[in-house]
């Protein structure tokens, strides 16, 4: 290594610091303006194309600490990663300090790499996208604050670290969620992310602090004996749970990491907290991409990944309930997605299914499956949503399918690389897909048979409305009635370099070809962790899970083209048939009308209820108290009768009545 | 002039001891207060007050006798009450007569007007 790249890996902390930056230098560089001299013209101090220059050469400079962190990774033998913490204070109060640093291990490689490659094919992508709005600049600025936020959690050593720029994605979410917050949808959608992922972060928040009550003499300790580490250092974690399963009862341990895990269940949009995010694709096309399908949703299993010990000593309450969750979020997502006509609400749908399976594989125990979907998923995500993105535009901002269809024509590249987005993601033809959905299904065979049939029948139906919106948005004959245009050059490019990961990526990173496997470096040892292990690239390719899975997917593949491409099946048939089934499709589960009714029937008729007795009780004994004294006062006026008379008598009778009382009291 | 350990002397003599003197300024100050509640002209109340100042008067001087006999405090108190007296009652009939010009009558039930 050169000083070059040493540079790179010993000044981690300039990676988040760029891109806040850039959104300093956009955002006072928008804010104020200067007169020109020559024509006396008002404008902004920063031209308007400085934004994405200064983005994207601050998101290009955190893949070169990205690069560089990869190849000290793989300098490593895998066995003995030593990670790297730094730290510096930013709290402290008596014994308590916190501290905000940056962890260099093999998850934060991971996440550093998927985040500022797609984040920089997005910012390309975005000049493109945004190029006739008038906020170009603005965006570019809110972008570089979720960068700044995302790489500040990815690099995150300890627990509070990561809550900070936690709620700080949270924040850019809400800001990029309501950019065209003129528009009535955008803005109730922003605010509807923001509210559901208070629910979760307060128990996330919870969680911290229960986990920091029951374990602050022990981490003094631990400090003590590792002073280049912080408090709630994610690297002492295994330490701590040793400590934690010996002294805590169970209950009390599963009840911690499901505070925890609330955080991610908002986060990653898990049942029953998933519905602000098809609400969240009222934002622009790119920030669907990069934050709520590839980055920000993600983070959420991120967290899993990083308190995994915690989670993995409750291995009868919390990793149960993690499973499930994952399993019921994958179905109830897939099932939903079939029924949308908005093309970036059944991607939504997708992204939701797709979690859902990484956070069961984080609760059957396959670590290192659910961050490798994870990471594959983040390409065929990203560039699937961008596709849409270059399909609405070239629609002239039409996102519904049934006006869509027979697109490929008009944009083959678009088409071309929506397909292998669609084949990828259905895990066929052993493309990056199909690698990390496999090992997600070879864990769950060997945990749960039940997990595995749902999680594989689900698998299918991925499939099926994957492939359902690709036929009805390119295959077929043009419905709409807007003018389609030609696609953009600029929007193309990210399109076919992220293809080339969602192909290759899975097979690249098996493990045969060469080069480490993903599990190699990325993995946790639990004692009864799946097995699975195949021998070579044969095997790989060809076990009982992977065939099993791809002939589900096939024929997934094969009634969604019966449907939708050949129409041999008539739609409305089966819409009857299958009514129950597709009533809830079609009402989202009626999560919606749920929380609307506890919000009405509940929270607002509590609210009345506590506005009444404000109103009547605890006003009234206010008013109580006035009246009483005024009615007093009343009856007290009347001795005021302005007779001369009658003062001088009470003022004489009182003097001899006081004067007569004293001789009773002390004389008598 | 007599001096006042004259006076007590002279007093003993005619059998007069305190008593008296308080029981006699007792009565004053009766018919005084009673003069005040009872009468409805505003110069009989303030004759009737006078009564009870003079009254008043008399205690100061008596027990200044009984006493301290060598001490003239009690005198000189009662000459401070009868200055206050002849100013209020200077000050009392210039209202008397004010509401007298405004209201041409002097009956108290008549000045009944300032009550809430």
Redesign the interface.
């Known amino acids: 290594m050169n000083w070059f790249s040493d540079f790179f890996l010993n000044n981690l902390w300039l990676v988040p610091l760029y891109p806040l930056l850039a959104f300093l230098a956009i955002s006072i560089g928008r804010a104020i303006q200067v007169t020109c001299p020559k024509t006396g013209e008002k404008t902004a101090l920063l031209p308007q194309i400085f934004a994405p220059i200064l983005t994207m050469t601050a998101t290009g400079l955190g893949l070169l600490h990205a690069i560089s962190a990869i190849q000290w990774l793989f300098a490593q033998p895998h066995e003995a990663v030593q990670a790297v913490e730094r730290n510096w204070t930013w709290l402290s109060a008596g014994n308590l300090e916190l501290k905000i640093g940056t962890l260099l291990d093999a998850n934060s490689v991971l996440m550093l790499t998927v985040v500022t490659f797609v984040s920089l094919l997005i910012q390309y992508y975005t000049h493109g996208y945004m190029c006739h709005d008038k906020g170009y600049a603005k965006f570019f600025g809110y972008l570089a604050l979720f960068n700044f936020s995302m790489l500040g959690l990815v690099l995150a050593t300890n627990l509070p670290q990561m809550y900070m720029f936690w709620e700080l994605v949270g924040v850019s979410s809400y800001l990029l969620i309501g950019f065209w917050f003129h528009k009535p949808a955008a803005a109730a959608a922003s605010l509807k992310a923001f509210l559901v992922n208070r629910v979760g972060d307060f128990g996330f928040l919870i969680g911290i602090l229960f986990l920091l009550f029951f374990s602050l003499n022990w981490w003094q300790g631990y400090v003590g004996l590792h002073p280049e580490q912080a408090l709630l250092s994610f690297q002492g974690f295994e330490s701590l749970a040793g400590f934690l399963s010996q002294t805590l009862p169970a209950w009390l341990l599963g009840t911690i990491a499901i505070l925890i895990f609330a955080g991610p269940m908002a986060k990653s949009a898990q049942f029953p907290l998933h519905t602000w995010l098809p609400d969240a694709m009222e934002g622009p096309t790119p920030i669907s991409a990069l934050i709520h399908a590839a980055t920000m949703v993600a983070a959420g299993v991120y967290l899993i990944a990083r308190v995994f010990p915690i989670i993995s000593i409750s291995p009868d309450m919390a990793m149960p309930f993690i499973t499930w969750t994952g399993v019921i979020t994958a179905v109830v997502g897939a099932i939903i997605a079939v029924s949308q006509t908005d093309i970036k609400k059944a991607l939504a749908y997708s992204t939701m299914s797709q979690l859902g399976f990484m956070v069961a594989a984080m609760g059957l125990g396959a670590y290192t499956a659910g961050l490798f979907h994870l990471f594959t998923h983040a390409f065929f995500k990203a560039m699937l949503f961008l596709c849409s993105g270059s399909v609405i535009h070239a629609c002239e901002d039409e996102q519904d399918m049934r006006q869509m269809g027979g697109l490929f024509k008009k944009l083959p590249i678009t088409g071309l690389t929506y397909l292998i987005g669609t084949i990828a993601i259905s895990g066929l033809f052993w493309t990056s897909g199909f690698w990390s959905k496999d090992e997600i299904l070879a864990a769950a065979l060997h945990e749960n048979t039940a997990v595995y049939a749902i999680l594989t029948a689900t698998a299918g139906l991925t499939a099926f409305y994957m492939f359902r919106t690709f036929f009805m948005t390119f295959m077929g004959d043009y419905r709409g009635k807007a003018h389609v245009h030609h696609e953009d050059k600029v929007m193309t490019l990210p399109l076919q370099i992220l293809a080339v990961p969602s192909i290759f990526i899975g097979l690249v990173l098996s493990g045969f070809v060469g080069l480490p496997a993903f599990g190699d470096y990325i993995t946790y040892s639990l004692q009864n962790a799946p097995e699975h292990h195949p021998h070579s690239l044969l095997d790989a390719m060809f076990n009982q899970v992977g065939n099993i899975s791809q002939l589900v997917a096939l024929v997934g593949v094969a009634l969604s083209s019966a449907f939708y491409y050949f129409k041999v099946f008539k739609t409305d048939g089966v819409k009857k048939v299958l009514a129950p089934i597709y009533n809830l499709s079609q009402n989202k589960f009626y999560m919606d009308d749920i929380y609307d009714g506890i919000v009405e029937g509940g929270v607002l008729l509590q609210s009345q209820l506590n506005a009444g007795f404000d109103k009547y009780v605890i006003d009234g004994l206010v008013n109580l108290v006035g009246t009483v004294t005024l009615l007093l006062g009343k009856l007290v006026t009347r001795l005021n009768s302005g007779r001369l008379q009658t003062y001088v008598a009470t003022i004489g009778f009182g003097v001899v009545g006081v004067w007569l009382l004293y001789q009773w009291m002390f004389k008598g | 002039m007599m001096m006042s350990a004259e006076v007590a002397e002279v007093a003993a003599v005619a059998g007069l001891t305190v008593h008296h003197y308080l029981g006699v300024a007792t009565i004053l100050f009766g018919l005084g ?1 009673a003069g ?4 409805r002209h505003l110069i009989r ?1 303030l004759m009737c007050v006078e009564l009870m100042l003079n009254a008043v008067n008399l205690v100061f001087v008596a027990i200044n006798n009984h006493v301290n006999p060598s001490d003239l405090s009690g005198q000189v108190f009662a000459i401070f009450i009868l200055t206050i007296s002849a100013a209020e009652a200077a000050v009392g009939l210039a209202i008397v007569l004010a509401l007298f010009k405004n209201t041409a009558s002097v009956d ?2 008549d ?6």
Do not use: A, Q, Y
């Open positions: 207060f005040v509640v009872s009468s109340t108290v039930e000045f009944s007007r300032l009550k809430w």
